[in-house]
């Protein structure tokens, strides 16, 4: 996913951080019009109906979204996101934490900034804990695309040093993403 993009951006919605205080709170009415919203901006045939008029008025061929757009499967997590209060909460958050210290940003195994709009996981409750070479601990969830989600001691034990209790994983097979939250014992 676009670092970017999070849950809120994707459904076309203002995150807590830029929401004036005397703004109301996001209501279900609100969330379920953008969300259907969202969902005729991503789905494929809207989308490709879309290019197909732009191409015939340009006399070109059919273009691709030039910002990449969004896919329905990141539309329904979004929406799945705000729907949940436990996620949304754990979502605003980190929104709100980075906005007033950037540079304390959560960091993926590899680096890559934490960005707001993808699954939240408890490391203990949705992975399995899986010894492998040398020794060593891994945390493997199995992902839809037949792939495997996995969470190294290393990523957990650099995650630790910076003072955070969350790390970022991708599926090795897809480009699926999210979080894994994890206690320090």
Known sequence: MDPSKNAYSILGLAPPSSRPSSSPALDSHTL????????????????????????KEEGEGLKKDKDGGVTVDQVKSAFAILSCSTQRAALDARILASAAAPTAATTSEDGAPLV??????????????????GGRVEWRRGCRCGDV?????????????????????????????????????
């Open 32 to 55: 379920k019009r953008a969300y259907r919203a969202a969902l005729l901006r991503a789905h494929p045939d809207k989308h490709s109906a879309r290019e197909k008029r732009g191409a």
């Open 116 to 133: 707001g709009g993808e699954e939240v996981f408890d490391l203990e409750e949705d992975f399995e804990e899986v010894e492998v070479e």
């Open 149 to 185: 989600w996995r969470v190294g001691e290393e990523g957990l034990e650099g995650a630790v040093g910076r003072g955070e209790r969350e790390v970022r994983v991708e599926c090795g097979g897809c480009s699926l993403g999210g979080w894994v939250g994890f206690g320090v014992g």
